[in-house]
């Protein structure tokens, strides 16, 4: 049973468009929401995140927007370049004792020049 | 460098015979983890450490151990690997305070045969 639903499973944006990758949650526990980053042979990095108090997050050319009521929040690449191409995942978790996150399965990212 | 160190970076082995997978962070943390990362299924977690000697399951813990005998380093073990247990690992350590950030291992890659 997948806590967190990610779509879609790849992406293709041309440079200079947005990418825009989504989630959706069941669990009204989650309190916390980032985004990873991960590059072929690398490991995932914090790209952005999230708490449920606020309904946007803007860094950069990333920004996170979260609709608590339809338990979904998305990632938007703005101005994609194809240094942007990699797997990005979303995740959740659930109070700060065990710390898991929850992931998402995953969206490869290519941004074609 | 701030960084989580996990060796070896990829590892061929056969059913039965015992490994370790080592993880180390240099960043004081208190808090560790280990995922697994399989396609279609991101990143899920085996066990976890909140501080020395104390560890605990995550979601997929069956035929890992761990231990936390340092702060430090956080080693995987597998005593009797299966096929089913091939996999891309990662370690993974944050601090209890400030930031939630988890910081990611380059990962290891291991094919049981």
Known sequence: QQ??????????????????INCAYENTAFDYFPWYQQFPGKGPALLIAIRPDVSEKKEGRFTISFNKSAKQFSLHIMDSQPGDSATYFCAARAGTGRRALTFGSGTRLQVQP | EAQVTQNP???ITVTGKKLTVTCSQNMNHEYMSWYRQDPGLGLRQIYYSM???????????????????????????????????????????????GTDTQYFGPGTRLTVL
Do not use: H, M, W
């Not at chain 1, 806590?3 to 200079?16: A, M, N």
């Not at chain 2, 890992?64 to 091939?86: A, G, H």
């Open chain 2, 51 to 97: 501080n020395v000697e104390v560890t605990d399951k995550g979601d997929v813990p069956e035929g890992y151990k761990v231990s936390r005998k340092e702060k430090r380093n956080f080693p995987l073990i597998l005593e009797s690997p299966s096929p089913n247990q091939t996999s891309l690992y990662f370690c993974a350590s944050s601090s209890r305070q």
């Open chain 2, 9 to 11: 970076r990829y590892l």
């Open chain 1, 3 to 20: 806590q967190v639903k990610q779509s879609p499973q790849s992406l293709i944006v041309q440079k200079g468009g947005i990418s825009i």
